[in-house]
């Protein structure tokens, strides 16, 4: 496994992981029909305005396989989306074959890494209140600050954010 930047060469893999990804996990969830039409090119359109084009507001972390497949990514905010947070976690996917191996828990190391390097304290990530992967974002220490509700594909779902006060304190980090 390596975990690396993410490149400009990098958008159509980012952009099937997390199509691959969403439909795995939102199965149930959200409509049918949206998932179904989730395309790769949309997805990896938006990641090149986000991460790359024009005013870069987000940085993403990819991590390969053996066989050099991107199999898993995280990206989070360069600027300030929230009122008491500093940073957000804006996205973090693993393909199901992939997670549960402890891949998460490294993306959001080297997040946290990043932050800390840049004097960044507090940060907060969204969630599907319905989707069971919010448990490791309580297993790292995050507590429930706040609820809102999304629309996909016309149905709302209710979102909850887990944040921290002190990101030092997830991992042990002590450079601050
Ligand atoms: C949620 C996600 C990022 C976690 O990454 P991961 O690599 O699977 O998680 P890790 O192996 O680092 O897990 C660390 C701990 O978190 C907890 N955890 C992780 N996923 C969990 C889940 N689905 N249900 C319950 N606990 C979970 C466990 O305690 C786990 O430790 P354990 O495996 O030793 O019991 C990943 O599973 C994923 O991409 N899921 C699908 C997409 C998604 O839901 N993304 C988040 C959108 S907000």
């Not at 393909?95 to 402890?102: D, H």
Request: overall charge neutral; aromatic content about 10%.
């Amino acid at each position: 496994m390596i975990l690396r930047e993410a490149t400009r060469h990098d958008l159509l893999s980012i952009a099937k992981v997390q199509v691959h990804s969403n439909r795995s996990t939102y199965v149930g969830i959200m409509p049918e029909d949206y998932l179904d039409n989730l395309s790769y090119e949309s997805k990896a359109n938006e990641w090149d305005e986000k991460l790359f084009k024009g005013t870069v507001t987000q940085f993403m972390y990819v991590v390969e396989a053996g066989d050099g497949n991107i199999v898993a990514f995280a990206s989070a905010s360069l600027i300030k989306t929230n009122d008491l947070f500093e940073r957000e976690v804006n996205s973090i996917y693993i393909l199901k074959e992939f997670q549960r191996k402890g891949i998460g828990r490294l993306l959001i190391k080297s997040i946290i890494t990043k932050f800390i390097e840049i004097n960044v304290k507090s940060m907060i990530i969204w969630t599907l209140e319905d989707n069971p992967s919010h448990i490791f974002y309580k297993h790292l220490g995050g507590n429930i600050v706040d609820k809102r509700i999304i629309d996909r594909g016309g149905k709302s779902l209710q979102q909850i954010a887990y944040a921290w006060e002190d990101i030092t304190c997830i991992f042990g980090h002590s450079n601050r």
